[in-house]
């Protein structure tokens, strides 16, 4: 079993940048998959980004890509979110999430169904 806390959201302005926290019990924490998932309000879960457990492939949202960077301290147990160039439409909760498995395709690694844990999420706001 998994436990994932998340941190670091907050109120920023456009252009500004947050950096978010996720930190997991349990000890295999190295071997999992690692994901960012976000959910606007009225909107569906969507896909942010995704690190592999030895923190080399890395897959993002279009939408983010160029922005956001995804990383991972396994000796910490923390996967970390690294928000650049905010805009207002990145605002909704981030939630952090875990799976067991791994797969090459960015598409497989962006469903959440794939994903056996989640955080309670942190809210993001940006503002124009």
């Known amino acids: 079993q998994v436990q994932l806390v998340e941190s670091g959201g907050g109120l920023v302005q456009a252009g500004g940048s947050l950096r978010l926290s996720c930190a997991a019990s349990?000890?295999?924490?190295?071997?999992?998959?690692m994901g960012w998932f976000r959910q606007a309000p009225g909107k569906e879960r969507e896909f942010v980004a995704a690190?592999?457990?030895?923190?080399?492939?890395?897959y993002y949202a279009d939408s983010v890509k160029g922005r956001f960077t995804i990383s991972r301290d396994n000796a910490k147990s923390t996967v970390y979110l690294q928000m650049s160039s905010l805009k207002p439409e990145d605002t909704a909760v981030y939630y952090c999430?875990?799976?067991?498995?791994?797969?090459?395709?960015?598409?497989?690694?962006?469903?959440?169904?794939?994903?056996?844990?989640w955080g309670q999420g942190t809210q993001v706001t940006v503002s124009s």
């Open positions: 999430a875990g799976a067991t498995m791994f797969s090459s395709s960015a598409q497989a690694m962006g469903n959440f169904r794939m994903y056996d844990y």
């Open positions: 349990g000890r295999t924490f190295s071997s999992y998959t």
């Open positions: 690190i592999s457990w030895s923190g080399g492939p890395t």
